[in-house]
């Protein structure tokens, strides 16, 4: 019990760390300090907190995380801001210290220790940090989120129904879906040209709409139930997992991305070979989860 009040409190306390960090952030590259009422936003993971921990132990739910949907709703309205703002300030980010390379990050960590060192003129720690360039610090805490996405759905407590093996595939296809996501959000949008900026508006809405699956965990079922149902005659009752898999790849995943990475790509006639990989990627598994929903038809019918 003390175990699983643990696992509850320190997921959810790092989820208002990470979302901090963002805010932070926020304030400092748009210089208002009324950004700081972003924090708004952590009152309904706390108060989610609160109310799992009374009544249900610290438990999650069996088909959907409330605290990873209000860790999402708290951490993605800074990284919008913060992607704004850079794209609308790029021409400003000419002096800063990038960590592309391993001698950029060796760099940026010998100064690092200068400073800590007290050789170099006193400056604000903070300030220092925010010589990153703002591409660097957007990466960095998608980067983090997605991890941290993974990290505190293992951390939580299994809730009631939920096996060890259903929750390892599910963490596994979080992994699949984060790679995805990250590689989407990152090399679409530099592909993106700067006198076209809703695009930039339609690829962070795509990237948002992508990161629903993560609160919701229909795509691992407890096959006991399936196996149960097959007597019945409705076809989702007995393929409801391979049924949401299907929609959750069609509709939030690779075929959103799809039309996105094909738009791009005639509206701008950018073809260089990461954008037309992943492009023909998500295409042929659109084309497979589409075969896959006929096959299972078809054999219900049988």
Request: net charge neutral; charged share 15%.
């Amino acid at each position: 019990m003390l175990v699983k009040f643990t696992c509850s409190v320190v997921t959810r306390i790092l989820f208002i760390l990470v979302s901090l960090i963002g805010v932070w952030r926020v304030t400092w590259v748009k210089n208002n300090n009324l950004y700081w009422f972003l924090t708004i936003l952590y009152l309904p993971l706390v108060a989610e907190m609160i109310l799992t921990l009374k009544r249900r132990k610290g438990k999650d739910y069996k088909w959907f995380s409330p605290a990873i949907l209000f860790f999402l709703i708290s951490i993605i309205p800074t990284i919008w801001i913060l992607e704004l703002h850079h794209q609308h300030n790029k021409s400003n980010d000419t002096k800063c210290n990038r960590l592309d390379s391993s001698d950029s990050i060796q760099a940026f960590l010998h100064e690092w220790r200068n400073f800590t060192n007290g050789t170099v003129n006193p400056q604000d720690p903070l300030k220092f940090l925010s010589s990153v360039c703002a591409n660097d610090w957007i990466l960095a805490l998608q980067q983090i989120l997605l991890i941290l996405l993974i990290v505190g759905k293992w951390l939580l407590p299994i809730a009631g129904g939920v096996t060890r093996d259903e929750m390892s595939q599910l963490l596994l296809i979080f992994v699949g879906m984060a790679a995805d996501i990250l590689e989407f959000i990152s090399e679409t949008l530099s592909d993106v040209k700067e006198e076209s900026p809703h695009f930039v508006y339609i690829i962070l809405a795509v990237w948002t709409w992508s990161m629903l699956q993560f609160p919701l965990h229909f795509s691992v079922v407890n096959s006991r139930t399936e196996e149960i149902s097959t007597q019945e005659d409705s076809l989702l009752s007995q393929h409801r997992t391979d049924i949401w898999n299907i929609a959750e790849s069609l509709f939030l995943q690779d075929g959103p991305f799809f039309i996105v990475r094909l738009t791009v790509m005639m509206r701008f006639s950018v073809y260089h070979q990461m954008l037309v990989f992943f492009t023909m990627k998500n295409l042929l598994v659109v084309m497979l989860n589409i075969y896959r929903l006929w096959v299972i038809c078809i054999d219900f019918r049988s």
